[in-house]
């Protein structure tokens, strides 16, 4: 269930790629103008990432989760009626700073319900099903933009949100009303900390601190490369930026295809090693994009490259849970939010020394950064693990 709505929350995060040149001929403007709806929703997705999180905390996470899908309705049916580009692109950002709510809340929520035990297999199979929103969200647009119009796309994205907002507060209520019928003591709880007290305590843990900047290093050098690709296939091999994209889209499938193989190398792998596993296997990935002789390979390599990524992404989320376990989701939402920043520097940087070095050097030296990444954090996992014990 907050798979799906991740899903969905995510698929809105690239719904308006495809549907540009509609968007661009009905309100009679540029294609680079149009791109503006991407853009607002990504902004008001990051700005009030850190803003959910302790009310989320405070008030119930599936509750908060209900009432963010559930203004994401109102929303996305105002988009549908947009009279203008400024109107859509400010309904874009609403979207944004709205759906920011359901996907960290849905990992706080499985951090707070499952056994540790299980918790990376859940972690694995929630990631899974969401990162396919990221994946289909251009062809979702493209298709319903296609086949009926643009404004019919955010219709049925307004549906789907509404489902979503109906069954998580029933779920919400149902969960209270059996906890009613099983009252449990509470001890007495104090005022809720304020957003910057819960940031200077997370930030103040030495653990949190190296797993988030390791989040951001991990997504700067990773998903950093991965924006660049299309262009790297394009430039090389004369690729369409179309088709070329669509072969990095198979990043994703390698997600999947973690997500489906968790239980099994959870079985077979030691949970400390697999960060050095995923490390490896993204980081010989990404080193192989910049110098592979075909753009045929980039298509196995990109799935390698989604593989390892999650396989290491998996396990600093397992991380993050232990953080600060009665304020999962400000951890969560830190988390994310270490996400966009790490994505945002690492395009920014390696697109700099891109242009001054070459695309073979740069994905190199960031396939060799993830490699020592991973062996790092196996390392530090596995001294941690001794400590506690």
């Not at 907002?165 to 209520?173: F, H, S």
């Not at 889209?249 to 596993?277: E, N």
């Not at 397992?318 to 520097?345: H, I, K, M, Y």
Request: glycine letters at 10%.
């Amino acid at each position: 269930m907050l798979a799906t709505a991740a899903f969905v929350s995510l698929a809105g995060t690239r719904l308006c790629d495809a549907m540009l040149p509609a968007l661009a001929e009905a309100f009679d403007t540029g294609t680079v103008e149009a791109s503006a709806v991407v853009s607002a929703y990504a902004i008001g997705y990051a700005v009030t990432q850190l803003l959910w999180g302790p009310v989320g905390d405070r008030h119930g996470k599936l509750r908060v989760i209900a009432i963010a899908a559930l203004a994401c309705t109102a929303i996305t049916l105002a988009a549908a009626a947009a009279t203008s580009l400024t109107a859509l692109v400010l309904a874009r950002a609403a979207m944004g700073a709205t759906a920011a709510g359901i996907f960290p809340l849905g990992l706080a929520w499985i951090s707070d319900n499952v056994p540790l035990a299980q918790r990376q297999q859940a972690l694995a199979r929630f990631s899974g099903v969401s990162v396919f929103g990221m994946i289909l969200g251009p062809l979702l647009g493209g298709l319903l933009s296609e086949a009926w119009s643009w404004r019919g796309a955010f219709l049925v994205v307004a549906v789907m949100y509404a489902i979503i907002a109906w069954v998580v507060w029933r779920r919400d209520r149902a969960a209270k009303a059996e906890a009613a019928a099983q009252p449990q003591p509470q001890p007495s709880a104090g005022p809720s900390p304020s957003l910057v007290q819960g940031l200077r305590h997370l930030w103040a843990l030495p653990w949190a601190r190296v797993v988030l900047l390791a989040t951001a290093a991990e997504v700067a050098l990773g998903i950093g490369c991965v924006a660049m690709a299309p262009t790297v296939l394009h430039q090389r091999f004369g690729l369409p930026l179309d088709k070329a994209g669509a072969v990095v889209a198979l990043f994703g499938i390698g997600g999947f295809l973690f997500s489906r193989a968790a239980p099994w190398l959870l079985q077979h792998i030691a949970r400390p090693r697999l960060p050095a596993l995923g490390g490896a296997i993204m980081g010989a990935s990404i080193a192989s994009l910049g110098m592979i002789p075909d753009w045929g390979w980039a298509a196995p390599v990109c799935v390698l490259a989604g593989f390892g990524f999650f396989t290491l992404h998996n396990t600093l989320q397992v991380q993050v849970t232990q953080l600060a376990p009665d304020a999962s989701g400000l951890s969560f939402a830190v988390f994310t939010a270490s996400n966009f920043f790490g994505q945002s520097a690492g395009v920014a940087v390696i697109a700099l020394a891109w242009a001054r070095f070459g695309a073979a050097p740069v994905f190199l030296v960031c396939g060799a950064g993830l490699v020592a990444l991973g062996l790092a954090m196996s390392v530090l996992i596995q001294r941690r693990g001794q400590a506690l014990t």
